[in-house]
């Protein structure tokens, strides 16, 4: 039997190759283990953000730098102190939504705006910062992913429309899409509504 001199103890062949397969065996589990723990963290980001996902994939140099930016916009929004609407604010809320919808059929552009601005105030009244419009929106995808491309094509419009004429149609799709995001934000994500009842 050969033995092996190896850090001051000898060693036989037989153990040095099964060390070396026990080895090979961790390193192989160690491994497997990772790449399950990231494949069940793409698949919850991707189940929780939806079309943002993708949209953060596209905007990013690779899937784990947008990975991580998802992940950073959980923690920060997890900072920021999310809140349901009192039933007056949302009763006043309600009122100031069907103005700026019955003034679309004679003064569209005012009610996309409007409703733009409306949304904003929304927003600040549920607890979220003011902030440049993609700021905002990265905060808002992380409760309301289902809505977000919805609410960039909207303000797209609200935003160009001093410089750009938009369409009528285009004008229709806004307020339309506003109305969905309108009706969601009234509504207290799970999540939000779990830690209030806490």
Same mark, same amino acid.
């Given at each position: ?34 790449? !399950?723990? *990231? ?8 189940? +929780?953000?939806?079309?943002? @996902?993708? &949209? %953060? ?76 419009? !993609?700021? *905002? ?8 992913? +289902?809505?977000?491309?919805? @609410?960039? &094509? %909207? ?44």
């Amino acid at each position: 039997m050969n033995y092996h001199l190896i850090m001051g103890y000898y060693f036989s062949t037989a153990q040095i190759i099964a060390a070396a397969a026990v080895l090979a065996v961790l390193i192989i589990i160690a491994i497997s283990s990772f790449v !399950e723990r *990231r494949r069940v963290r793409t698949l919850a980001l991707r189940n +929780r953000f939806g079309t943002e @996902y993708d &949209r %953060a994939v596209l905007n990013s140099d690779s899937k784990k730098e947008a990975e991580a930016k998802l992940t950073d916009r959980q923690t920060r929004v997890e900072t920021l102190t999310i809140r349901e609407l009192g039933e007056t604010e949302r009763e006043r809320f309600v009122t100031e939504w069907h103005t700026v919808q019955a003034r679309f059929v004679d003064h569209p552009r005012t009610a996309v705006t409007e409703a733009d601005d409306l949304i904003n105030a929304l927003l600040e009244a549920r607890g979220y910062p003011q902030a440049s419009f !993609e700021q *905002r929106a990265a905060d808002v995808s992380v409760h309301y992913p +289902r809505v977000m491309e919805d @609410y960039r &094509r %909207a303000h797209s419009i609200a935003v160009r429309l001093g410089k750009v004429e938009a369409t009528t149609e285009e004008l229709r799709t806004a307020i339309i899409q506003y109305r969905a995001i309108f009706d969601d934000l009234l509504r207290a994500p799970d999540s939000i509504a779990t830690k209030a009842a806490a």
